[in-house]
């Protein structure tokens, strides 16, 4: 009992218990006790087992996930009904409403701070390895680097401090150098891994991919304010360039087929780094109509708009149900077509799908409202097939390709690198089967074909706030939001448990 007050007051100091959270008494318990001379006393082994089991948080339809994609012009979730109501949770972060006491964003916060934490025993634990050391550095670099992007702030507790001790609050800025400290630090002594499926051990080439994006948003994460302006400097997407060549020659490439990335045996040349424990099974479940094969709970759908951005001929805009190689009609899942769902739906066998609740033939249609949806509205996006999927995707290459290309636009060059920004473009669109361009890129370019390339695996947020069109009005957003929303409220319970934490500007407590 004494333990568990301990660990209480550890977790209520750095205000990781702003909401409900499932503790894992006996885990938590273990990497939070320092013994005599400094060190831990857990089992290194265990405990980074169960930093990476924690990443499975990243596969949840709400908390980390919605505040990066709900937040976005390429989600919508529509309320059919009563069915998705739930308070509001999922249409404040739509329409950039949410405020301090919003769950998602509360318990994101818990998560994320918590898992970071996590990794501290490992560090410090008696017979801990320089490999088992860098692993966890990365682990600790990854939760951060949500933490800071999230909130433009990072709390700091060691290990060692006592429940009296209020953490120390790093700015966003010293938040990315301390970010990028334990990735460089990491990266010597991480096991060099070539693609495959799963990919679950952190790598060099996972730890060079997140510099690449820790690069990329710099401009970001140290402007002088949350709102902007952000200036990208030449240097640093010079840096950008330079870690997307390490994971190059680390054997990471295009790949060939766009949606076996995605399969659980692949092949893919892309997949860096995997969740252990979470499943895509909630990308299938949330989006599916209750009357597919596997029964769906008929949430969330993509925007018209978004749709538009994908030439006819783009091979990722998706693969009609029947027609996809190895799932022909008659088989389980067969119904399901890949990527976007349109149009009439079908049965495994290949006949009409029905809506049972109207009666009609369940066609999804590219309009979709955000209240008062009818059960067909919306198209669908369905990566993760029911049939093949395995692991989620924390990390793929294509996102570091597209770091590279977009980092050449920004004026950025290295020498490790002596392609055009055009010709690396081009070339990623001729494998997806869609048209070159003839001049540009145009930033606007680079950001559709982000779009088109990483839709729904978490990244949209983060690119509409670097191409500062996070505020921006889209369909059934409304208006442009208030600039102050480039960064989330800090949950309330967590400012009460440290002084050294402060709202941030805009919300109520803010300046």
Same mark, same amino acid.
């Given at each position: 009992?004494?333990?568990?007050?301990?660990? *209480?007051?550890?977790?209520?100091?750095?205000?990781?218990?702003?909401?409900?959270?499932?503790?894992?008494?006996?885990?938590?318990?273990?990497?939070?006790?320092?013994?005599?001379?400094?060190?831990?006393?857990?089992?290194?082994?265990?405990?980074?087992?169960?930093?990476?089991?924690?990443?499975?948080?990243?596969?949840?339809?709400?908390?980390?996930?919605?505040?990066?994609?709900?937040?976005?012009?390429?989600?919508?979730?529509?309320?059919?009904?009563?069915?998705?109501?739930?308070?509001?949770?999922? /249409?404040?972060?739509?329409?950039?409403?949410?405020?301090?006491?919003?769950?998602?964003?509360?318990?994101?916060?818990?998560?994320?701070?918590?898992?970071?934490? $996590?990794?501290?025993?490992?560090?410090?634990?008696?017979?801990?390895? !320089?490999?088992?050391?860098?692993?966890?550095?990365?682990?600790?670099?990854?939760? /951060?680097?949500?933490?800071?992007?999230?909130?433009?702030?990072?709390?700091?507790?060691?290990?060692?401090?006592?429940?009296?001790? $209020?953490?120390?609050?790093?700015?966003?800025?010293?938040?990315?150098?301390?970010?990028?400290?334990?990735?460089?630090?990491?990266? !010597?002594?991480?096991?060099?891994?070539?693609?495959?499926?799963?990919?679950?051990?952190? #790598? @060099?080439?996972? +730890?060079?991919?997140?510099?690449?994006?820790?690069?990329?948003?710099?401009?970001?994460?140290?402007?002088?304010?949350?709102?902007? &302006?952000?200036?990208?400097?030449?240097?640093?997407?010079?840096?950008?360039?330079?870690? +997307?060549?390490?994971? *190059?020659?680390?054997?990471? +490439?295009?790949?060939? $087929?766009?949606?076996?990335?995605?399969?659980?045996?692949?092949?893919?040349?892309?997949?860096?780094?995997?969740?252990?424990?979470?499943?895509?099974?909630?990308?299938?479940?949330?989006?599916?109509?209750?009357?597919?094969?596997?029964?769906?709970?008929?949430?969330?759908?993509?925007?018209?708009?978004?749709?538009?951005?994908?030439?006819?001929?783009?091979?990722? /805009?998706?693969?009609?149900?029947?027609?996809?190689?190895?799932?022909?009609?008659?088989? !389980?899942?067969?119904?399901?077509?890949?990527?976007?769902?349109?149009?009439?739906?079908?049965?495994?066998?290949?006949?009409?799908?029905?809506?049972?609740?109207?009666?009609? &033939?369940?066609?999804?249609?590219?309009?979709?409202?955000?209240?008062?949806?009818?059960?067909?509205?919306?198209?669908?996006?369905?990566?993760?097939?029911?049939?093949?999927?395995?692991?989620?995707?924390?990390?793929?290459?294509?996102?570091?390709?597209?770091? *590279?290309?977009?980092?050449?636009?920004?004026?950025?060059?290295?020498?490790?690198? #002596?392609?055009?920004?055009?010709?690396?473009?081009?070339?990623?669109?001729?494998?997806?089967?869609?048209?070159?361009?003839?001049?540009?890129?145009?930033?606007?370019?680079?950001?559709?074909?982000?779009?088109?390339?990483?839709?729904?695996?978490?990244?949209?947020?983060?690119?509409?706030?670097?191409?500062? @069109?996070?505020?921006?009005?889209?369909?059934?957003?409304?208006?442009?939001?208030? +600039?102050?929303?480039?960064?989330?409220?800090?949950?309330?319970?967590?400012?009460?448990?440290?002084?050294?934490? @402060?709202?941030?500007?805009?919300?109520?407590?803010?300046?």
């Amino acid at each position: 009992m004494n333990k568990m007050i301990r660990i *209480m007051t550890a977790l209520v100091t750095l205000g990781l218990l702003a909401t409900c959270t499932d503790l894992e008494t006996d885990e938590v318990d273990s990497q939070v006790i320092v013994s005599t001379g400094g060190k831990t006393n857990v089992d290194p082994v265990a405990a980074l087992e169960g930093s990476y089991n924690a990443l499975s948080t990243f596969t949840d339809q709400a908390g980390i996930y919605s505040m990066l994609e709900h937040t976005s012009d390429e989600l919508i979730p529509p309320t059919r009904g009563v069915d998705w109501s739930d308070n509001g949770v999922w /249409r404040s972060l739509y329409t950039h409403t949410w405020d301090p006491s919003h769950s998602y964003i509360n318990n994101a916060w818990n998560g994320l701070n918590e898992n970071a934490y $996590n990794t501290q025993s490992i560090m410090e634990a008696a017979g801990v390895t !320089p490999q088992q050391t860098a692993e966890a550095k990365f682990l600790r670099a990854f939760n /951060r680097y949500y933490i800071i992007d999230f909130w433009g702030v990072l709390p700091d507790r060691k290990t060692s401090e006592g429940g009296e001790v $209020n953490p120390k609050v790093f700015t966003r800025s010293e938040g990315f150098d301390l970010v990028e400290k334990d990735l460089t630090e990491a990266l !010597p002594n991480l096991p060099t891994v070539a693609p495959k499926v799963p990919n679950p051990v952190a #790598s @060099k080439a996972a +730890a060079n991919a997140l510099l690449s994006r820790l690069y990329l948003n710099k401009g970001v994460y140290t402007a002088a304010s949350a709102e902007g &302006p952000y200036t990208f400097d030449a240097a640093d997407m010079g840096k950008v360039i330079q870690y +997307a060549a390490a994971v *190059m020659a680390d054997g990471y +490439a295009l790949n060939t $087929n766009y949606f076996d990335n995605f399969k659980k045996a692949g092949p893919s040349t892309e997949v860096i780094l995997t969740s252990t424990q979470g499943s895509p099974q909630n990308r299938v479940y949330m989006t599916l109509h209750y009357n597919q094969n596997p029964s769906g709970w008929n949430g969330f759908t993509t925007l018209a708009d978004f749709y538009t951005k994908f030439d006819p001929a783009d091979k990722r /805009r998706g693969i009609p149900a029947g027609q996809i190689p190895g799932l022909e009609f008659g088989k !389980p899942f067969a119904g399901i077509g890949l990527g976007v769902l349109t149009g009439q739906q079908k049965k495994d066998d290949g006949t009409d799908l029905v809506d049972t609740r109207t009666g009609l &033939p369940l066609k999804f249609t590219p309009d979709v409202p955000l209240s008062g949806a009818a059960t067909d509205k919306g198209y669908r996006v369905m990566k993760y097939h029911p049939a093949f999927y395995d692991k989620y995707i924390l990390i793929r290459f294509a996102e570091v390709y597209l770091n *590279m290309i977009e980092a050449k636009v920004r004026g950025g060059s290295h020498a490790s690198s #002596s392609t055009t920004a055009l010709q690396d473009i081009n070339a990623l669109r001729a494998l997806r089967g869609a048209p070159a361009l003839a001049s540009g890129p145009t930033l606007d370019q680079v950001l559709d074909e982000r779009g088109i390339e990483l839709y729904w695996e978490g990244l949209r947020r983060i690119d509409l706030v670097r191409f500062g @069109k996070f505020n921006e009005p889209w369909e059934e957003k409304g208006s442009n939001t208030d +600039a102050y929303r480039v960064v989330f409220s800090i949950p309330q319970l967590a400012i009460d448990s440290n002084p050294n934490l @402060k709202q941030n500007k805009g919300y109520p407590g803010g300046e």
